[in-house]
């Protein structure tokens, strides 16, 4: 079974965190907590308002880091370091020590022990179709949950004889159970004007 989640921007929580504020776009399963680290996935967006900031520590848990806007160099001590800008991205473990330095807008990707994901950015071109083919069945026992992120601009998403108008920050999920017979059916998108898209897939 296939069930379609819409989650508007106005509807979306946003806090303050130690180096700007964070808004929590999903979190799986629904009404898990982020606070007390009770939760399989969650995606989330965050403005970087110092240009030094320590990351809060996320043991048990890895991330998918992409930029949105700005520049941004991560320090994971011990480890890398990746300098990013817009619609780049890094994967690192929660528990590392990360440092970041530069204003920016990221999205994340937040995922427990053995949960997998995929974070990619789509440009729209004003009043061209692109097609997102279908990402094929889950694999056994596992659900897949398939996200549409505006980050910019706006656009319709047609599946399955369905049409849904995404607004920029709106968020598109698809969820799948382990039992689902995908259509095989890809996802369109059309816009009126150039927009972005994240696309994410998390299995998990």
Known sequence: ??????????????????????????????????????????????????????????????????????????????????????????????????TSFGRAVDFNLMMAQGVEGDVAALTLAPDREAVVPAAGAPERGRRRTVALYVCAGGTEVHLDGQSHFLAEKDLLLLHETPAAVPSGEPLRLRSARHARIIRTVVLY
């Open 1 to 98: 079974m296939t069930t379609i989640e819409l989650i508007r921007h106005a509807d979306q929580t946003t806090t303050e965190w130690a180096g700007g504020t964070t808004t929590q776009l999903a979190i799986h399963p629904p009404g898990a907590s982020y606070a007390e680290r009770a939760f399989a996935w969650r995606l989330s967006t965050a403005s970087v308002d110092l240009p030094e900031s320590s990351f809060t520590p996320l043991p048990g848990f890895r991330r998918i880091l992409m930029l949105l806007s700005g520049e941004m160099l991560l320090r994971h001590e011990g480890h890398h370091e990746q300098r990013l800008r817009a619609f780049e991205q890094d994967r690192f473990d929660g528990a590392w020590n990360t």
